[in-house]
């Protein structure tokens, strides 16, 4: 009866996680549909699948296009954000072969 309390238990916690995941990636979803221009570390993690530990060492190494105003939030403009993952395309074995 313990292991199947533990187990529910753990279920509701993976829910509950998922839901809160759910939840901030709608919220970046209704951004870039209203126009909003820019995300935050944590809104970009999001919708990157990356950890805000991996946002910042992309920003500390120049990697990813980032805003800093005032010296204070860190800001990603969407549309730079969309172009760098784009600019991070290869080409498939198919294309390789017909540029040969």
């Known amino acids: ?3 199947q309390k533990n187990i529910n ?11 809160k995941q759910v939840a901030e990636l709608l919220q970046v979803q209704r951004k ?5 221009d820019y995300l935050n570390a944590n809104e ?10 991996t946002i910042y060492a992309r920003v500390h190494n120049r990697q990813i296009p980032f805003y800093k105003p005032g010296g204070k939030i860190l800001l990603f ?4 954000i969309r ?3 784009k600019s991070g395309r ?7 072969r017909q540029n040969v």
């Open 32 to 36: 870039a549909v209203s126009g909003y």
């Open 77 to 80: 403009k969407l549309d730079e």
């Open 44 to 53: 970009l993690a999001d919708l990157l699948g990356e950890s805000i530990k």
């Open 9 to 19: 238990a753990a279920a509701l916690r993976n829910l509950e996680l998922l839901n």
């Open 90 to 96: 290869h080409a498939t074995m198919d294309e390789l």
């Open 83 to 85: 172009e760098w993952i």
């Open 1 to 3: 009866m313990d292991e």
